[in-house]
């Protein structure tokens, strides 16, 4: 079993069993909704722990990828129907570890599930091409092949679907597994890998390590028998990932922050975009990182649009995300909430107008947790801090613009390119957007966040590694071409 149910601890998976670290230390998972009751408490593994997986998923690696394509989505299919089967325990804790709302984890869980589905599916797709040969006498042809052992550090803010966006295609393209989730949510990673485990996946294809990340996310990028590393995650720690990984010639994934633009042009659907900014900067409490970041409004329009944001936010419900009426969750984490509260602060400092909300909750119930009130500011300027950095909270930085052009010069002008979003009814504006913005996703009369399992989904400069994730593209990460030539 996962947890030792007397004491609530829940136990690494390595080579097939669940065991304790070899530190024997414990870190406590809270509840961030109310830290009087925590969730749980997680292995604060050691580097010989993290070895003993890195072993485990290396001597799989061989008879995982000897497996056909449709016998290992055969395991696939079973654990998505597993993972349904557990919907609610697993929605449930995970609105527990990081305040989102029990309708978005249920969301978050179905996504899961049909990712699952999809890469299952995968397996009975091509993995190669014929080529021409300039030799009559020859044939040539492409196939692909696993990378072997591959590190996935997945972080606490979508802890069921990004973790499973890596892995599914990690496995059905024959690779193997060592898994470090986030300390935050990391039960109810655990909880997704008791789905695997009952599917009956050969030992040691699939391995949990739970700890820090200076440890084992480190370790991860470090080891020697780790062939590539996904991780999402900051930048800072991302780019320090990539830089060991490409010192010893490993495969790298990152996909990191961003810092997401919403225009809102002259013509726009005023309604439509108001209720589109609201769910993008505001639902999980603003902790995605697609999440409506900056506001940019042309002039024509800017007071209306104003004025109907603020009074459409006024609306939120905030409280724990459990209770069927509460729209606004916590913030995750002690350490994020004075993120949030250090980034308002900065604001005002700097000259932004506060014009709705800024402030922490304290009073009653909200005194158990992490609770900030949804923030919006105008009168920002592109250079300002709360204009340049991730927040990773519920602030919206409104600003005014006198074109489309403007308007698109100050979306770009960050270091981020992750998503942005732009609503007009222009056809000839919406083509110049998409031609011009500079962003892995860009999306028209929709919101910021959000992206299709079947699509692509990563950023532009800063924001990624310039990889791919989901859908097809994740082959190009997860496996590697191999060219063979063949004569008679």
Same mark, same amino acid.
């Given at each position: ?7 609530? +601890? ?41 070895? $003993? ?61 049909? =990712? &699952? ?13 014929? /080529?021409?040969?300039?030799?009559? *006498?020859? %044939? ?7 990378? *072997? ?10 802890? +069921?679907?990004?973790? /499973? ?24 990673? /655990? ?37 590539? =590393? ?14 060991? !990984? ?7 994934? &990152?996909?990191? *922050? ?23 900067? %505001? ?17 024509? =329009? ?48 700097? #000259? !932004?107008?506060? =014009? ?7 009073? #009653?119930?909200?005194?158990?947790? %992490? ?15 709360? $204009? ?25 002008? +960050? ?17 110049? %957007? ?5 962003? #892995?996703?860009?999306?028209?009369? $929709?919101?910021? !966040?959000?992206?299709?399992?079947? !699509? ?24 590697? /071409?191999?060219?063979?030539? +063949?004569?008679?």
């Amino acid at each position: 079993m996962a947890t030792n149910v007397t004491t609530n +601890v829940y136990r690494n998976f390595i080579n097939g069993k669940w065991q304790e670290s070899e530190s024997a230390e414990h870190i406590t998972v809270s509840n961030p909704a109310d830290t009087s009751t925590p969730v749980g408490q997680i292995q604060s593994s050691t580097s010989a722990d993290l070895d $003993a997986a890195v072993e485990a998923a290396h001597a799989a690696r061989k008879e995982w990828r000897s497996l056909s394509g449709a016998a290992r989505g055969e395991f696939l299919y079973r654990a998505a129907a597993i993972l349904e089967e557990r919907t609610e325990e697993i929605a449930e804790t995970a609105t527990k570890e990081m305040g989102k709302t029990l309708p978005e984890a249920r969301g978050e869980t179905q996504r899961g599930i049909a =990712i &699952l589905k999809y890469y299952a599916a995968e397996g009975m797709r091509k993995t190669g091409d014929v /080529i021409p040969s300039t030799d009559p *006498g020859a %044939f040539m042809y492409t196939t692909r092949v696993p990378l *072997g052992v591959v590190g996935v550090i997945a972080p606490w803010n979508f802890p +069921v679907a990004i973790p /499973i966006w890596k892995m599914a295609p990690a496995l059905i393209y024959g690779n193997t597994i060592v898994f470090k989730p986030a300390s935050e949510t990391a039960i109810t990673a /655990i909880k997704i890998i008791e789905c695997f485990e009952a599917a009956g996946f050969p030992k040691g294809v699939i391995n949990l390590v739970t700890g820090a990340g200076s440890v084992i996310g480190k370790g991860l990028a470090e080891h020697p028998k780790v062939n590539g =590393i996904t991780f999402t995650g900051s930048n800072n720690v991302g780019k320090g990932i990539g830089l060991t !990984a490409l010192e010893r010639g490993a495969k790298y994934q &990152l996909e990191m *922050g961003g810092k997401n633009p919403v225009i809102v042009a002259a013509d726009a659907d005023i309604v439509q975009a108001v209720n589109a900014t609201i769910s993008g900067a %505001f639902r999980s409490t603003g902790q995605k990182c697609t999440a409506t970041s900056r506001v940019i409004v042309e002039a024509p =329009i800017y007071d209306a649009f104003r004025d109907k944001l603020i009074e459409k936010t006024k609306e939120i419900t905030i409280g724990n995300s459990l209770e069927q009426d509460v729209w606004l969750g916590p913030i995750a984490s002690k350490a994020q909430l004075d993120n949030c509260l250090h980034y308002i602060q900065k604001g005002i400092e700097e #000259g !932004a107008k506060l =014009i709705l909300g800024g402030e922490q909750l304290t009073d #009653g119930d909200y005194a158990k947790g %992490f609770y900030v009130q949804p923030t919006i500011f105008e009168d920002v300027t592109n250079d300002m801090v709360i $204009a340049q950095e991730e927040i990773f909270g519920p602030v919206i930085a409104l600003i005014k613009v006198d074109s489309e052009e403007k308007a698109i010069d100050v979306a770009n002008d +960050v270091k981020f390119g992750l998503s942005a979003s732009i609503f007009t009814k222009n056809i000839s504006r919406f083509l110049q %957007f998409v031609e011009d913005m500079e962003a #892995g996703l860009v999306r028209v009369n $929709a919101e910021s !966040a959000g992206v299709e399992l079947q !699509a692509p989904f990563g950023g532009m400069k800063q924001s990624s590694s310039h990889s791919r994730e989901q859908g097809e593209a994740a082959k190009e990460f997860f496996t590697s /071409i191999k060219t063979v030539f +063949v004569k008679g």
